[in-house]
């Protein structure tokens, strides 16, 4: 037998093809980076803009890929990989931008991806820990750290998800099976107004209509309000409502607030519901002593969402959904058994994942982050974080002394989101120019948000592990030239 492609099999590449096409790819890559880092490429070629004529570009692009003919010709890897690399990269908003300080960022460190590639290349199937027994072990050794890291103890067991969302759908089932006998249609699931719209995809998924979602009012910081709440809980128990599932934020989207976890914790406990923590910005944070204050309770919920895309800095696609008790997991996700199926001997040392998740047939998902965290050591992603934290404070003291702008605290600095807006009421549609003026230089790309009581403000999150000193020095060097250029244009 010979391990040259052959005739009878036109779909296996010889040794050597493999090598030219993964080399290919990688000296691809390898050249989009340095391009990255020279600059070459801007952050964003779209703005954040109501005006939809904005996106012609990339809706140029996306159109002139089209293909409705089947390929039925074979075609050259180089010509391929050429078409993905410049037709396709050279558009839309570049997370892998060191500048990128839009929505939450996503670094997406290459190791990461090397882990992904290796996972999918040999691609064992991880669905029951019997298939692949060293892998089913990496698995759980990440998911074991990310539950260490957020400090919950030796009961605590987790499911590796492709994003948060699916981790928060699977939190609420969660809550529903542990109130099974509930009846499902006055169930109640509690968020506040802050709280991610993932929330309530995830309850209507569970089968809830979105109007059993019940949305608490934010204080002052924009955490949930606590006397709010208190009083809708009492409110919907008297009206024979149940309520099932409480929903803590670490970290919300719009300006990186963190509710109040520990109080969450003891309303929830003592009112017999789920406590679920969406800590998919925030959650690992809680490796930096400043992060480990403001998330303080995290660690009694019931089950906890963490996007290790996010706050990893790893590449889009590794996600978690982590439970303070293992069996509340099983028992969410236990499947009825199958005959083709090897014998399920799920034991504490040995999971079987297709009884802890959604899913059966799927990709290995640990080595994305298992690559990474031993390459380096946990301590090297505390300090990446501890210097986002770092950058922010230090963007937020150098933008109150640019004139005309206001920086907007709606609480202490928690998470690295700065808030700022024009000096004065100067009204939405210049705050929206001023984010224009800003993106269009190209060195960044930010977008803005709405604030009750601020209206319409900028909003930077800085959670790249490419965003340095200078990358945020430019920031400012943008942000006062366009103020100028737009207070400018007043006189
Ligand atoms: C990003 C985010 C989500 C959704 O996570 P995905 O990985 O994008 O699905 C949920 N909650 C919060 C607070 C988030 O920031």
Redesign the pocket.
Known sequence: MTHDRDAARPLELSAEEVRALVKAATEHLIALSAKLDRRELPASYVFDSLNVNRYDEGRNVSYSLREDELPHAGTDFHVLLQQVFDEAMSNGTLHPHPGFMAH?PSGGLIQGAVGDFIARAVNRFAGVWIAAPGFQRIESNVIRWFCTMLGYGANSFGYLTT????A?FMAVRCALTAHEDDDRGRAVVYVSSEA?F?MIKASTMSGLRAAQVHVIGVDENYGMDLTELRSRIAADRAAGLYPVCLTG?A???NTGAVDDLATLARIARDEGMWFHA?A??GGFFRLTERGKATLRGIEEADSI?V?A??SLFLPHGI?ALLVKERSRLGEAFQIPGAAYLPGFADEPELADFASYGPELSREIRGLTAWLPLKMHGVPAFAAALDEKLDLAQYLANRLSEVDGLELVRPHALQLPVVIFKLGGDQGSARNAELCELICSRGNVYLTTTELPEHGLVLRVCILHHKTDRAVVDQLIDDIACSVRTLNGGEI
Do not use: A, R, V
């Not at 994003?163 to 699916?166: H, I």
């Open positions: 939450i994003g948060g969302s699916l928060n991610h993932s934020t970290g919300t989207t969406d998919c910005f969402s996007d895309h996010k996600s």
